[in-house]
């Protein structure tokens, strides 16, 4: 039995393919976006935050962030990697409290 875990892409990808035929996932997915949203609000500081926002959320790539916020490539790919690494911890914490998923 293994616990699947949550992706920034998938969610992401879950959400933008939910159709009316689809809507049987739908409170899950709605489950896992709060469960997001209140861990990037939390857990991350607001530079993360933006890169999150604009790499996964508006679908710009690392380059295209790292212009519009005027810093490194380097520097958004840090921002980026830090904050998966707090965001998957805050998903295993509110995973914890739940029944597993099996896959």
């Not at 976006?33 to 790499?55: I, N, S």
């Not at 212009?67 to 707090?86: D, E, F, P, Y």
């Amino acid at each position: 039995m293994r616990t699947k875990v949550l992706s920034l892409e998938q969610l992401r990808g879950e959400i933008a393919s939910v159709s009316p035929g689809r809507m049987s996932n739908r409170p899950q997915l709605q489950a896992a976006a709060k469960v997001l949203w209140t861990a990037m609000d939390r857990e991350l500081t607001p530079r993360q935050r933006q890169c999150v926002e604009l790499c996964v959320l508006q679908g710009l790539s690392q380059v295209q962030a790292s212009r519009l916020l005027g810093v490194n490539k380097a520097t958004v790919c840090r921002h980026m990697q830090k904050a998966t690494r707090s965001l998957k911890r805050a998903a295993g914490y509110a995973a914890m409290g739940k029944p597993r998923l099996e896959e």
